[in-house]
C-alpha cells in the first residue's frame, strides 16, 4: 500500500509530496542549529573510560620525564583538551590511589607505584 505525504524542503522551502510504502520507516526532525560549544565529554561517558584516558595520560607524561612524576596539573590541562573536568580527574586519581596503583610523593604530584613498562610484563 502506498502513502503520499506533503513535505516541505527544509532548504529551499518549497513543497513536495513524497510517496512511500506502508512498510517504509521514515522520520523527518528539524535540524539542530549547532551549538558553539560542543559536549566533547560525550567521548569519554563511561567512568572505565575516563579512567583508561587519564591512566594513558598519565604513562606518555611519566615516559617524558626520568623520575617518572607527573604534575596533577599537566594531566588535568590533558584532560580538558578531551572534555573532562578537573572534578572527574581528582576522582579517577583518587581512586586509583586507594586501589594502590599510583601515590602522591608531594602534593600535586603522582607516580605510577610500579612503573608502566614493568606492569605489562
Known amino acids: 500500500m502506498r502513502h503520499h505525504i506533503e513535505v516541505t ?3 529551499c522551502g518549497k513543497p513536495f509530496t513524497v510517496e512511500l510504502e ?15 560549544k560542543r559536549g566533547v565529554a ?3 561517558r563511561s ?9 594513558r595520560a598519565m604513562r606518555a607524561l611519566a615516559s617524558k620525564e626520568p623520575s617518572g612524576m607527573i604534575e596533577v596539573e599537566e594531566i588535568v590541562d590533558l584532560a580538558g583538551k578531551v572534555g573532562l573536568s578537573h572534578e572527574e ?14 601515590y602522591e610523593p608531594k ?15
Not at 107 to 121: D, L, S
Open 42 to 44: 560525550l567521548v569519554l
Open 9 to 11: 524542503c527544509p532548504i
Open 22 to 36: 506502508i512498510s517504509t520507516y521514515v522520520t523527518a526532525e528539524a535540524a539542530a542549529p549547532p551549538t558553539k
Open 107 to 121: 602534593p600535586g604530584v603522582v607516580c605510577f607505584t610500579i612503573p608502566p613498562e614493568r606492569a605489562k610484563g
Open 47 to 55: 567512568q572505565e573510560a575516563k579512567v583508561d584516558f587519564v591512566l
Open 89 to 102: 580527574v581528582d576522582g579517577v586519581l583518587a581512586g586509583e590511589k586507594e586501589a594502590g596503583h599510583i
